[in-house]
């Protein structure tokens, strides 16, 4: 094969690849966004969450960090998800009393302790130098085989974790969760118990936040503090979100393949632009011109389409009227 | 069915409501009124459970039951509207009564996951319940409409069928009929009426028109600055003197 085309088609695996895992995130964000209005703005930790317990028991033993338990893929996916939730549930017990912009402090205050935690514990997760060797299924097949089969496993888990998501949006389950979210009061006049619908959404949405960061750790092979960065794991994420379209499951999803796809592009875009028009250190500056069009992408778009690319629907109830 | 006793609820200095004392009969359509401030909504959300009394006792067949929360009240009958209406803006018209109904299965998330058929049988009659409540109120034809899109009236008439989608004991009604035409009022007197004959509810209704309370209420009960200050027919309500000074403010300034 031509090796430039072949680069290209490299390019497009890794871009589906991460592309699937920031989808899965976004879905994660929408049960708590998007259905019932819980402003989780700690995404970061809890996608480092299962991103370390992924890394702490499928590696090798190594002195350099506790574990390396060498177990099955599927039971490390497991327990990342439930330490998530378990970690998820005690977070809510503090803070889901909390308003929503007070949640949204709090969370934030949660994901920096976590990182704070892997960065200073090196006797657990030496620390920011990371933990390396995380084996990937598959990677014994030749290449391109194993990076195809990888970018399965993760679109196969996406497409998981839509179906159930999108059995509970429709769900008298989801209902209940809208109900919250348009008008609290009148939900609990309705005999809603608001704290534990509210619990439900955020550990369920916590969970899948750390299957997605279970999967980056396996594709990554490496996760370090960096990995709980909350520009690319907390605010891209509400970005995309945000710009698919809130509480529509397929929303998410488009959302976070289309920005992730720009903000991969920009990477190279940028560098060339800031050559272009003259300007010195074009590669340092580059880095945070990304951040400023993303943002500007943003304000641009929200202006237009202020309910996302796919704004929300509402399940169609069969009868009378027909739909 | 309902005594409230000797309650009390105190903002800081200023005591809305104080050494309230009344019973709510059952079967009965019991009106509340007063001037503004007189501590009606402050009473109303204590009984809902929506507030908690500083002192007193609201004792609802038998068992004290203030201070518990909202969604217990509803679970042991007591159901209320809101003066302005609380709907659930961006579902359905039809979704804002089907989320209404107690013992759906499917708000158990897992049971969607592990056993849909008995979260769809349940789905199917809760469906029926709520097509039969939008009959009942004539505003079928907005079942699939966004309850945020509907006039201030139809809003009113959705917070009424909310109630009927429930196993109510009591119905508190918070001003059903305020910013709506009369043509709409007699509509909704006459639902009042008729779940009280068809479904047993008891009502207790707030309301500032009075029209409606002389067609729908007895007994009739006065509050003024938080407390009870006569019980009684429309006609004794209208000869006391004491009622006509408060709502024309007794000395004070009517609110």
């Not at chain 2, 201070?67 to 609380?86: D, N, S, W």
């Not at chain 2, 089907?98 to 969607?112: D, K, L, R, T, Y």
């Not at chain 2, 058929?117 to 004539?138: I, K, N, P, W």
Request: charged fraction near 15%; charge should be neutral; proline fraction near 5%.
């Amino acid at each position: 094969m031509d090796p430039v085309l072949y680069g290209y088609m490299l390019y497009g695996i890794s871009l589906l690849t991460v592309g699937g895992m920031y989808a899965i995130l976004a879905l994660g964000l929408n049960v708590q966004w998007g259905f019932t209005g819980l402003f989780n703005a700690g995404i970061a930790g809890f996608f480092g969450i299962g991103a370390y317990t992924a890394a702490i028991l499928t590696t090798n033993p190594h002195a350099s960090h506790v574990g390396g338990l060498q177990m099955p893929y599927i039971v490390s996916a497991i327990t990342a998800m439930l330490v998530a939730g378990i970690i998820a549930f005690l977070v809510g017990k503090v803070c889901l009393k909390l308003r929503s912009d007070y949640l949204a402090i709090a969370t934030i205050g949660i994901a920096e302790i976590f990182r704070l935690i892997v960065n200073n514990e090196t006797w657990a997760t030496n620390g920011p130098r990371g933990i390396s060797q995380i084996p990937r299924p598959f990677e014994g097949l030749p290449e391109p085989i194993n990076q195809v089969a990888f970018l399965g496993v993760v679109l196969l888990t996406l497409a998981g974790v839509y179906w159930l998501m999108e059995i509970a949006r429709k769900s008298p389950w989801g209902r209940v969760m809208t109900a919250i979210r348009d008008n609290e009061t009148s939900a609990k006049a309705a005999g809603k118990n608001v704290e534990t619908f509210r619990m439900e959404g955020f550990v369920i949405g916590c969970m899948i936040m750390a299957l997605a960061g279970a999967l980056m750790a396996h594709y990554l092979k490496f996760v370090n503090p960096q990995t709980t960065d909350p520009l690319l794991a907390t605010f891209i994420v509400f970005v995309m979100l945000v710009i698919g379209g809130s509480a529509n499951n397929k929303g998410a999803i488009l959302g976070a393949f289309l920005v992730w796809t720009l903000w991969s592009a920009s990477e190279i875009v940028a560098p060339r632009l800031l050559e272009a028009i003259g300007m010195t250190d074009a590669g340092i500056r580059s880095a945070y011109v990304r951040i400023f069009l993303i943002g500007l992408l943003l304000q641009i778009f929200l202006q237009k389409n202020p309910q996302g690319l796919l704004p929300e629907t509402r399940p169609s109830s069969p009868g009378k009227n027909g739909s | 069915m309902l005594s409230v006793e000797k309650l009390s609820k105190s903002f800081g200095g200023l005591q809305a409501v104080r050494d309230c004392t009344f019973k709510i009969e059952e079967g009965s359509i019991t009106g509340l009124i007063g001037p503004n401030g007189a501590g009606k909504t402050t009473t109303f959300n204590m009984i809902a459970g929506e507030m908690e009394p500083t002192a007193g006792k609201i004792v609802f067949q038998g068992q004290n039951i203030a201070g518990l929360p909202t969604h217990k009240m509803f679970h042991l009958g007591i159901v209320r509207t809101f003066q302005i209406p609380h709907e659930f803006a961006k579902m359905t018209v039809l979704e804002n009564l089907m989320v209404v109904p107690a013992a759906q299965p499917g708000e158990h998330i897992f049971n969607n996951w592990l056993n849909p058929g008995a979260v769809r049988t349940r789905e199917d009659q809760v469906r029926q319940m709520a097509e039969d409540a939008l009959d009942f109120l004539s505003i079928s034809h907005l079942r699939d409409e966004r309850a945020g899109n509907l006039s201030g009236g139809q809003k009113k008439l959705l917070e009424l069928g909310r109630t009927m989608m429930t196993d109510a004991k009591l119905v508190l009604l918070d001003e059903p009929g305020a910013g709506v035409n009369p043509t709409l009022l007699l509509k909704i007197r006459e639902m009042i009426t008729r779940l009280r004959e068809e479904r047993g509810y008891t009502f207790c209704v707030i309301e500032h028109d009075m029209d409606l309370i002389a067609a729908l209420c007895d007994p009739i009960i006065v509050l003024a600055e938080g407390t009870v200050l006569m019980q009684g027919t429309m006609e004794e309500v209208r000869s006391n003197p004491d009622v006509l000074d408060a709502y024309l403010g007794g000395g004070e300034e009517a609110a």
